[in-house]
């Protein structure tokens, strides 16, 4: 006896690095302007996973225990005179992101948008309090 295809259970694609990325560039355009203005020069990368090197540095033992990572100094420690340093860059992890999405049950937009503002707290030396009320101004 044939099934239908309606009754076969569809399979279900990963969001890609390229979702990721759409996700966390809609959250930077949500932010307020007064920190959009400070964010021209930060670079986005979303990878799969964190490479060994940085985990060592950090001491993280599993790469899915990273979701984001700023790399780069916070504002507020940076002079105008300063050249020639690379371009700060926030760094989302995509299988760490979906690896909590599925363990959490947190909706995919909100926990992208919540990395992407951590790191971008980072960049502007934010506490903890600051980054939770920057992710309420951006949601």
Not at 54 to 72: E, N, R, S
Not at 85 to 114: F, K, Q
Request: hydrophobic letters at 40%; aromatic letters at 4%.
């Amino acid at each position: 006896m044939a099934t239908s295809d309606q009754s076969r259970p569809r399979a279900i694609r990963a969001p890609t690095i390229a979702a990721i990325e759409e996700i966390a560039l809609r959250t930077l355009e949500s932010l307020p302007a007064e920190f959009r203005a400070h964010l021209g020069d930060v670079v986005l990368i979303v990878e799969d996973l964190a490479d060994e090197e940085t985990l060592d540095a950090l001491g993280i033992d599993h790469p899915l225990d990273l979701t984001g990572l700023y790399h780069g100094r916070p504002l507020s420690e940076k002079s105008s005179m300063e050249s020639g340093s690379p371009p700060d860059r926030i760094h989302l992890y995509r299988r760490a992101i979906l690896e909590e999405w599925v363990e959490t049950g947190v909706g995919l937009d909100a926990l992208v948008s919540h990395v992407m503002i951590h790191e971008i707290g980072h960049h502007f030396g934010l506490s903890d309090a600051d980054m939770h009320a920057l992710e309420e101004a951006a949601g």
